[in-house]
């Protein structure tokens, strides 16, 4: 968890969730959710993981308002979905957000700051400072067709957060950015939970959801199977170690080989991999015996990732799309 505590009060809730399309002239119907169930509380950064195709951007298409369940609840701010009350203290950034290329940076941030009822000199303010948050003030007078990806996401961010939201929604906000912009974008994210907002995270960058999230929920075929801390959810114990060996020469790979010892040759490394329960002080005593230089032991735990991978096979998840709106 995180030095910011959040409290018990729920600001999203979904029970029971369902969405299915009918498509086509025989009026097929495919289910894209099933039965999500998740909760999330005041003052926290909660993830919504899974592979694609598993609900996630349906799901958060339905709490936004824009699509309505074919069964289920679902509350945001302690009204149900699509109120217009809870839709002015939203802040959403969609997965693939569409603006118009014509206008400058600032110029979007003051038109959706005017849409939420703000005055133009109020919504220019406002835009400056977004502008500058987001690590876009150099940019600001400079037309959005201009912009790359990475910068479109970091402007899609500031719109989001233009109203001052209490509960922001963020569909994939890392996807297009370099390392650098994902580390800044990671940095605001966690302002904004000291700063006492609820930020509801969807992505495939997992590493960072680690990093970010204090609970996660995991959807997969459009169900919720895990719901949890982080830390909660992985496996403590050690899956594996990893020796690294630094020029190994031609006996010590020998050797490794008449020990029964895979290893994995890049460049002047050579990585071995051993089981958890291997003897590891018999292996570092027989890289030294070889005159091998040892550049690491590194015992390795399952990570966030591993946790998702691991439950998506436990279902029988396919990497493909339920149904066109995707997932």
Do not use: W
């Not at 009060?9 to 029970?15: F, I, K, N």
């Not at 998740?38 to 003052?43: D, H, I, Y």
């Not at 974008?185 to 939970?193: Q, W």
């Not at 919720?224 to 050690?238: F, I, K, M, S």
């Amino acid at each position: 968890m995180s030095a910011y505590e959040s409290t018990n009060v729920a600001v999203l809730s979904t029970r029971g969730l369902a969405k299915t399309y009918v498509l086509g002239f025989f009026r097929k119907k495919v289910r894209a959710v099933t039965d999500v169930s998740l909760e999330v509380r005041r003052g926290e950064i909660f993830g919504l993981l899974g592979p694609n195709g598993a609900g996630k951007t349906t799901t958060i298409k339905i709490l936004m308002g824009l699509i309505r369940p074919s069964s289920g609840t679902a509350e945001v701010l302690g009204r149900p979905v699509g109120k217009l009350e809870s839709k002015r203290r939203l802040g959403y950034l969609p997965e693939t957000p569409y603006f118009y290329e014509y206008l400058t940076g600032e110029e979007l941030l003051v038109f959706f700051g005017e849409l939420f009822g703000l005055g133009r000199r109020e919504s220019r303010r406002r835009a400056q400072l977004l502008l500058e948050r987001v690590g876009l003030t150099g940019a600001a007078k400079m037309a959005l067709r201009r912009y790359s990806k990475g910068m479109l996401q970091r402007v899609g961010l500031a719109q989001a957060l233009i109203n001052e939201p209490e509960l922001v929604v963020l569909d994939e906000p890392l996807t297009g950015l370099d390392p650098l912009g994902r580390k800044h974008l990671r940095d605001v994210i966690l302002e904004l939970r000291q700063e006492g907002k609820t930020v509801l995270l969807s992505s495939h960058i997992l590493s960072d959801v680690e990093m970010l999230a204090d609970r996660v929920a995991i959807v997969v075929n459009g169900r919720t199977v895990e719901c949890g801390p982080p830390d909660q959810l992985v496996d403590a114990r050690v899956l594996s170690i990893e020796v690294l060996v630094n020029q190994p020469p031609p006996p010590l790979l020998q050797a490794l080989e008449a020990a029964g010892h895979a290893y994995e040759q890049v460049g002047e490394t050579v990585r071995v991999d051993l089981d958890r329960d291997a003897d590891v002080d018999a292996v570092v005593d027989l890289v030294r015996s070889k005159q091998g230089r040892i550049v690491s032991v590194t015992p390795r735990k399952e990570s966030l990732e591993d946790v998702v991978v691991r439950r998506t096979r436990m279902a029988g998840s396919t990497d493909q799309r339920v149904a066109p709106v995707g997932g």
